[in-house]
């Protein structure tokens, strides 16, 4: 099969496509045939190896432990290993596994769901490890509720298309952020107000929020502590290693200003995929890349000119 390799760390020019053997699922695990995925800042991090937690974390010390890049995807069920009973050979699924960037993967069937019935391959690519960000951030240390004033900062990436939808099904009223060409994309999303932050220091404003949702995290954390009202909540789901160890840092002298990190479940799976289905939040595809031009793909999303996802379809 094809597949997006790569043996050392370093920027999206260390991959290549290669002939590989076909992998055979063990127990638990599905074997898809891939039909899309989508890239992720956190494909950028195992690429590069940085920051070294990535490393530690299991990517490899000293060169990639895992050849194959990529967690995003959707596609078909061919095979299933022993054990493996939710799916049958020709399901189609989404989720989050290993080995994306490839003609097939074999992944847990824990990590997956069925396709939303209304979402093509590609559309279902770009879900889930965006939209599962968005969702447990908002609903978990977030605590979103009903009427809540809510800043969406960094809202026109894949997290925050996903963070403005969620938080409008919720009925808040959301402030949005995001760079001057990207306004009008964020406003056709939902968002009742947006702020470009390229003029304009949302922390400065003098507006006040029940909830603040950082994707972008380019300023301190305490800067936004001067926005949050009394009770409020702000979650870091994005920005550098030194601002997360800000936010831990932070977090142990106030609790209401935390950072997460997604965790792949199939009950939010699912969840998403009643919201989408319900026609409640949607993804948006910026550009498709094919598997050939997946370090192209890369390079896009490192630059920051994404509006919404970007997808890698077929060889």
Known sequence: MKAIVY??????????????????PKDNEILIKIRAASVNPYDLHFIS??????????????RPKRKIPGADMAGTVEAAGPGAKQFQPGDEVFGDGRGAFAEYACVPETKFAPKPSNLTPDEAAAVPMAALTALQGLRDPGKIRKGQAVLINGASGGVGSFAVQLAKSYDADVTATCRTSKMDFVRSIGADLVVDYTQEDITRSGRKFDLIFDVAAFRSILDYKRVLRPGGIYVMAGGSIAQMFQSAFVHAVARNMTSMMARVEQRDLLILKDYIEAGKIRPFIDKR??????????????????KGKIVITGP
Do not use: C, I, Q
Not at 289 to 306: D, F, I, Q, R
């Open 289 to 306: 890349y094919p598997l050939s031009e997946t370090a192209a793909a890369l390079w896009y999303l490192k630059k920051g000119l994404a």
């Open 49 to 62: 190896g940085k920051p070294l937690a990535v490393r530690l974390m299991g990517s490899g010390l000293f």
């Open 7 to 24: 043996s050392k760390f370093g920027t999206p020019d260390v991959l290549r496509l290669e002939e590989v053997e076909k992998p055979v």
